[in-house]
T-cell receptor, first 113, second 119 residues
């Protein structure tokens, strides 16, 4: 098992463009989480899935953000009409339901110019 | 609402010194999990330790040890004989225990402590 994989690692986009990130969790993990981390801060929870069901969304997840996990495996996070304030590291994590530890990917660093 | 406070922002030590990272948390839950994660410059958050609120036994794992005090809502983490490779940002985090759906890894993080270990 290679752990949680995120692509791309870095993304630079112009304000107003749409971007999509992908996360491949650890294969046997049924839970998948997205977090956002800005400079000098801890990660903040955005949303999570159990299998293909999106069970919770944070107030941080505005209408411009959408996340999917269509077959309960990989997940995508899309940001529409990006703004400079969206610049951050987007982290994905996965866990099994039997233990509480979440294992993180290396993140996608988004820069909106 | 849950909250994690890491009052220390930056710590610098010389290699082989012991260093303790402080964490204070707030939660209304009676049972919960506490974690320490490490974030090296590469960016990936690395899980280090987990403590259940219903077990106050303090443990040691290699160079790591932790002191959980439920009465003061603190969960401090100590690295013994620090090494240069320990240089990273360390996060304390809190999660609820979860219910019928199983363990919940929705984490509330502190702001992190930047540890620099000098040779």
């Amino acid at each position: 098992d290679t752990g949680v994989s995120q692509n791309p690692r870095h993304k630079i986009t112009k304000r107003g463009q749409n971007v999509t990130f992908r996360c491949d969790p650890i294969s046997e993990h049924n839970r998948l989480y997205w977090y956002r981390q800005t400079l000098g801060q801890g990660p903040e929870f955005l949303t999570y899935f159990q299998n293909e069901a999106q069970l919770e969304k944070s107030r941080l997840l505005s209408d411009r953000f959408s996340a999917e996990r269509p077959k309960g495996s990989f997940s995508t996070l899309e940001i529409q009409r990006t703004e400079q304030g969206d610049s951050a590291m987007y982290l994905c994590a996965s866990s099994s339901g039997s233990i509480p530890e979440a294992f993180f990917g290396q993140g996608t660093r988004l820069t909106v110019v | 609402a849950q909250k994690v406070t890491q009052a220390q922002t930056e710590i610098s030590v010389v290699e082989k010194e012991d260093v303790t990272l402080d964490c204070v948390y707030e939660t209304r839950d009676t049972t919960y999990y506490l974690f320490w994660y490490k974030q090296p410059p590469s960016g990936e958050l690395v899980f280090l330790i987990r403590r259940n609120s219903f077990d106050e036994q303090n443990e040691i794992s290699g160079r790591y040890s932790w002191n959980f005090q439920k009465s003061t809502s603190s969960f401090n983490f100590t690295i013994t004989a620090s090494q240069v490779v320990d240089s990273a940002v360390y996060f304390c985090a809190l999660s609820e225990v979860g219910g019928a759906l199983g363990a919940n890894s929705k984490l509330t993080f502190g702001k992190g402590i930047t540890l620099s270990v000098r040779p």
